[in-house]
């Protein structure tokens, strides 16, 4: 969500003339698009700003702005307002749009400018787009979140869940594909929640077979997905659509029913193996990633062995693993029985210890066979190498040239590591 945010910010700045820079040094403007899932992400955007003080000193036309889901909250911004004087400007998610009044506003009055919405109404169209490539992009299809689960903030800074008409998302769909991209991601935080909030009712998985139908558009990803709203009928499409890529990221964040209760995920252990067992039946080569949060206040001894033991059954081909952190102004900040630091980390690294294996094994299955890649570029580890990604979402290095960048290829998998493939490009 915040990097396709980011993609609308920059074409918007683009289309009032500025160019990206990378060097802040020689910058006019500086702009922060802020999350607030976790506490790490919030330290570094303080201390980023921190270090804008000495340039804001040698630079005085420097403007300095600040977006994003941590300026949905009210404490954030008087801290900001109070303690960070280099900002100028101070925004929020729900009026990206307005970002040209803004910094014609600021312009003209030379104090912060604060305008931080919390709610945008309809819909925003049409808003110009810097896409970060030229073969793959980012689509959002929904906005906001009505899940409420306990520990997270989305819903607070990001409003109720709001659905984009099918009819403006495949004009945006048919766009990309005349103008050459072969890669799709549709995003919303529960997408399999699509079209719950359109007076013409469409599920999600009505929108993936007329998405699948637009010439020109080779994958088509999504993410992400809620298990308590993950369909038959969205299992069906996902194994019937061709370009629908057999990959799905199903956070189950913990086994223990008792926790899945306190964190008001609304579906049980059993209710999401059983769902993975119905995925698996279907769809016998999709490859399912995950999130788990370890450490969540009560969690015992046997409601974390709950959660290996989903990880053990589900075999998942890679997870997103998270140690708990309270965030202020949810529900769980205020439960009683938080986990020690200690206890956490004992717990995450028995986690690890039991994916990682999983992991390497899944892969080992890819060896001696020939995958779709989509080159993305040069390898960050190895600029003698390059990496694409299959449809199943892995990531496979080989030997290539800066020709093939954007284009699909045939690579033979030769050998493994846990989170990655090694191959080379055949015809």
Not at 278 to 290: C, G, L, N, S, V
Not at 402 to 423: D, H, Y
């Amino acid at each position: 969500m915040n990097e396709h945010d980011s993609e609308k910010i920059s074409g918007i700045l683009r289309s009032l003339g500025y160019k990206e820079t990378e060097n802040r040094n020689n910058a006019d403007l500086i702009i922060f698009n802020t999350c607030l899932v976790r506490e790490n992400a919030e330290l570094k955007v303080y201390g980023n700003i921190g270090e804008l003080k000495r340039l804001k000193r040698k630079n005085k036309d420097l403007t300095v702005a600040i977006c994003g889901c941590m300026m949905q909250k009210k404490e954030i911004r008087d801290v900001i307002r109070e303690k960070y004087k280099q900002v100028d400007i101070i925004f929020g998610t729900h009026n990206i749009h307005k970002l040209p009044e803004l910094l014609e506003n600021y312009r003209q009055s030379d104090n912060m400018l604060i305008d931080v919405w919390e709610d945008s109404g309809e819909i925003i169209e049409q808003i110009p787009t810097n896409r970060k490539y030229d073969y793959k992009a980012f689509l959002n299809i929904m906005y906001g979140c009505n899940n409420f689960c306990t520990y997270c903030i989305v819903p607070y800074t990001r409003g109720r869940e709001k659905s984009r008409s099918p009819e403006k998302i495949l004009k945006e769909v048919n766009r990309l594909a005349k103008e050459g991209f072969k890669e799709i991601t549709l995003l919303g935080q529960n997408v399999n929640s699509y079209g719950k909030t359109l007076n013409n009712k469409m599920t999600f998985a009505e929108l993936l077979r007329k998405i699948n139908e637009v010439k020109g558009i080779k994958r088509i990803r999504f993410m992400t997905s809620h298990p308590k709203d993950l369909s038959d009928d969205l299992i069906y499409a996902i194994r019937d659509c061709e370009n629908v890529c057999k990959h799905i990221h199903l956070p189950f964040q913990a086994g223990s029913n008792k926790i899945l209760k306190l964190m008001n995920r609304k579906y049980t252990k059993e209710q999401y193996l059983e769902l993975m067992y119905k995925i698996r039946q279907e769809i016998p080569d999709i490859a399912i990633t995950t999130d788990i949060i370890v450490g969540f206040p009560n969690e015992t001894e046997k409601d974390f062995e709950d959660t290996l033991d989903v990880v053990r059954k589900s075999r998942f081909d890679s997870a997103f693993t998270f140690l708990y952190s309270v965030r202020e102004g949810t529900p769980a900040a205020k439960m009683e029985d938080q986990i020690p630091d200690k206890l956490k980390h004992e717990r995450f690294q028995k986690l690890l210890d039991t994916l990682h294996p999983i992991s390497y094994e899944n892969n080992k299955r890819t060896i001696g066979k020939t995958f779709d890649v989509l080159v993305e570029g040069v390898s960050k580890n190895d600029d003698t190498m390059y990496t694409g990604r299959t449809g199943t979402n892995k990531l496979v290095h080989f030997k290539a040239n800066e020709k093939f960048i954007g284009k699909i290829v045939n690579v033979k998998i030769k050998s493994v590591k846990t989170w990655s493939l090694q191959g080379e490009i055949v015809d």
